[in-house]
Antibody, heavy 120, light 112 residues
Framework: QVQLVQSGAEVKKPGASVKVSCKAS????????INWVRQAAGQGLEWMGW????????GTAQRFQGRVTMTKDTSKSTAYMELSGLTFEDTAMYYC?????????????WGQGTLVTVSS | DIIMTQSPLSLPVTPGEPASISCRSS???????????LDWYLQRPGQSPQLLIY???NRASGVPDRFSGSGAGTDFTLKINRVEADDVGIYYC?????????FGQGTKVEIK
């Protein structure tokens, strides 16, 4: 069965970077895009960006441009999202989600989430 | 950016009764391929979101037929035929026509 398993919770200081991983299984990793969505406590969902694991192409929401780097290790069927220049406002749950196959762009499978806490 | 507006933001429901959530977009979500790029997600308490409806009206795999999606252009609706206790959570619409993909504010569904 399809699964996306994310790395564990992180605590970082302001100004630091965090790298979250998302390991895919149960399907061919390079066939679907990986998207990243975050959610601050008690708040709504915010799309951050996507990556095509086949060719490495990425797209990022403008507000995160220059701070987000999305990469992959195809041999490990794993996608990574690195967020730099952390501020307290980056404290949130970060999700990876599978999407973008053929004409579809919905997110049909989600990871369990990675809690990133920015604290001094 | 395309702005997504949901209503109501809070929806108390009685089990067995129908429920409806509206989602409006600031511009048409109709792609030149004929599809409306509007999806619905449910986030149960303490869980990751799950896909309910894609391309405005298609139920995702495993989603009960009590859930249905309709609409086109800028106006969309999610309907639950007969609400069950398991349906509580926050429902989000999301547009994926134009980057950045954007979500509605969410509609919290709770049992009366």
């Amino acid at each position: 069965q399809v699964q996306l398993v994310q790395s564990g919770a992180e605590v970082k200081k302001p100004g630091a970077s965090v790298k979250v991983s998302c390991k895919a299984s149960g399907y061919t990793f390079t066939t679907y895009d990986i998207n990243w969505v975050r959610q601050a406590a008690g708040q709504g969902l915010e799309w951050m960006g996507w990556m095509n694991p086949n060719n490495g192409n990425t797209g990022t929401a403008q507000r995160f441009q220059g701070r987000v780097t999305m990469t992959k290790d195809t041999s490990k069927s794993t996608a990574y999202m690195e967020l730099s220049g952390l501020t307290f406002e980056d404290t949130a749950m970060y999700y990876c989600a599978r999407g973008g196959y053929d004409y579809r762009r919905d997110f049909d499978y989600w990871g369990q989430g990675t809690l990133v806490t920015v604290s001094s | 950016d395309i702005i997504m507006t949901q209503s109501p933001l809070s929806l108390p429901v009685t089990p067995g009764e129908p429920a409806s959530i509206s989602c409006r977009s600031s511009q048409s979500l109709l792609h030149s391929n004929g599809y409306n790029y509007l999806d619905w997600y449910l986030q149960r308490p303490g869980q990751s979101p799950q896909l309910l409806i894609y391309l405005a009206s298609n139920r995702a795999s495993g989603v009960p037929d009590r859930f249905s999606g309709s609409g086109a252009g800028t106006d969309f609706t999610l309907k639950i035929n007969r609400v069950e206790a398991d349906d509580v959570g926050i429902y989000y619409c999301m547009q994926s026509l134009q980057i950045p993909w954007t979500f509605g504010q969410g509609t919290k569904v709770e049992i009366k």
